[in-house]
T-cell receptor
Framework: KAGVTQTPRYLIKTRGQQVTLSCSPI?????VSWYQQTPGQGLQFLFE???????NKGNFPGRFSGRQFSNSRSEMNVSTLELGDSALYLC????????????FGQGTRLTVV | AQTVTQSQPEMSVQEAETVTLSCTYD???????LFWYKQPPSRQMILVIR??????QNATENRFSVNFQKAAKSFSLKISDSQLGDAAMYFC??????????????FGTGTRLTIIP
């Protein structure tokens, strides 16, 4: 059974550009969550999607957005990149029920220069 | 809002010995879930163990066990017979039940565990 797949693994962008990250959840999982991990702020929740609807959103500016497709794959987009957006972005998937286990991908390392 | 505190930024233990990582949390909810995740240098977060708050019995997974003290809001992880492969960052995390509509995991700041051969 394939795990959570995040692409790309590494990304270097310039300030002001935008970026799109992709996450393919485990087959059968309908919930996808995104987290930002930085040395200074730790792991912070960005948003969570379930059945193509955003169910929860963290405290991030509107430059951060996401969506989920009918096959549960999710993308997150960051517009007008800032140096502070450099981080490891982690995606996690879980089933619909109150099954609580979230499975994480290996993350996308974004560097903004 | 829920908060999770890990007061030990770094810990080290001799191979084959036992180590305990501490975690405290703050919440007004009576039902919730607690987790320990491991993040090795490969960066992938791996679930080590989970505990449902309504269960009084402490969770155990092979060499990993927890000491869950609900009244004290404490959730420590004990690793027995430490192995070199246990070296990683360990994160304590909290989650509300789905019924409350808050799926997110709230993480602590992590504890870096070093295993001394």
């Amino acid at each position: 059974k394939a795990g959570v797949t995040q692409t790309p693994r590494y990304l270097i962008k310039t300030r002001g550009q935008q970026v799109t990250l992709s996450c393919s959840p485990i087959s059968g999982h309908r919930s996808v969550s995104w987290y930002q991990q930085t040395p200074g702020q730790g792991l912070q929740f960005l948003f969570e999607y379930f059945s193509e609807t955003q169910r929860n959103k963290g405290n991030f500016p509107g430059r951060f957005s996401g969506r989920q497709f009918s096959n549960s794959r999710s993308e997150m987009n960051v517009s007008t990149l800032e140096l502070g957006d450099s981080a490891l972005y982690l995606c996690a998937s879980s089933r619909d029920t109150d099954q609580t286990e979230a499975f994480f991908g290996q993350g996308t390392r974004l560097t903004v220069v | 809002a829920q908060t999770v505190t890990q007061s030990q930024p770094e810990m080290s233990v001799q191979e084959a010995e036992t180590v305990t990582l501490s975690c405290t949390y703050d919440t007004s909810e009576s039902d919730y879930y607690l987790f320990w995740y491991k993040q090795p240098p490969s960066r992938q977060m791996i679930l080590v163990i989970r505990q449902e708050a309504y269960k009084q019995q402490n969770a155990t997974e092979n060499r990993f066990s927890v000491n869950f003290q609900k009244a004290a809001k404490s959730f420590s992880l004990k690793i027995s017979d430490s192995q070199l492969g246990d070296a990683a960052m360990y994160f304590c995390a909290y989650r509300s039940p789905i019924v409350l509509g808050n799926e997110k995991l709230t993480f602590g700041t992590g504890t870096r565990l070093t295993i001394i051969p």
